[in-house]
């Protein structure tokens, strides 16, 4: 049974800076990586979608790695802003897991 | 942009009662997915759906659960006699084709038993 985790739990960064945020998983044998926003009581956007074969996606100041000989996944946020606050989560689709996400809040 | 619609946003229950969440997956999409989330807890597996059965379900859907595709665009899921920790967000999610392509989810349905 995969199992996803993700580090840190919580991050507080004030703007403008450069962080990442990590997920590892179990089971290498998956076809791609899924990063999600959660904000409070809301539902889950998709970021960014890696797939098996490439290591890495970027979309705006987003950029996602993928090893899947290691097992793990790094989610990369340039020049935050407060408006990236929020839960992000990470999942391998198949197997349906999540990790518990990461509680990022950006200060002005 | 293709959505995953969920209804109702909010429903209320009295404990024992049944309820059923709905969900319209997008049009083109083969698998379906429902989670939940307690509040303030991670995102929880509760069981995929594809070709009008079960693929795969989590400790968590037990009998209590059931899922139904009654037609080409409904997917639905039911709690028989709801209890008071099964209030949670209640998540659909579909793809197009598993497993190269990820998950859409709707924004969800808010369950809340007294």
């Known amino acids: 049974k995969q199992e996803v985790t993700q580090i840190p739990a919580a991050l507080s960064v004030p703007e403008g800076e450069n962080l990442v945020l990590n997920c590892s998983f179990t089971d290498s044998a998956i076809y791609n990586l899924q990063w999600f926003r959660q904000d409070p009581g809301k539902g889950l956007t998709s970021l960014l979608l890696?797939?098996?074969?490439?290591r890495e996606q970027t979309s705006g100041r987003l950029n996602a790695s993928l090893d899947k000989s290691s097992g793990r996944s790094t989610l990369y946020i340039a020049a935050s802003q407060p408006g990236d606050s929020a839960t992000y989560l990470c999942a391998p689709p198949q197997g349906g897991r999540f990790g518990a996400g990461t509680r990022l809040t950006v200060k002005p | 942009e293709p959505e995953v619609t969920q209804t109702p946003s909010h429903q209320v229950t009295q404990m024992g009662q049944e309820v059923i969440l709905r969900c319209v997956p997008i049009s083109n999409h083969l698998y379906f997915y429902w989670y939940r989330q307690i509040l303030g807890q991670k995102v929880e597996f509760l069981v995929s759906?594809?070709?009008?059965?079960?693929?795969?379900k989590s400790e968590i859907f037990d009998d209590q659960f059931s899922v139904e595709r009654p037609d080409g665009s409904n997917f639905t899921l039911k709690i028989r006699s709801t209890k008071l920790e099964d209030s949670a967000m209640y998540f659909c999610a579909s793809s197009e084709s598993r497993p190269n392509y990820g998950y859409t989810f709707g924004s969800g349905t808010r369950l809340t038993v007294v």
């Open positions: 890696i797939q098996s074969s490439q």
């Open positions: 759906f594809y070709n009008n059965e079960i693929s795969e």
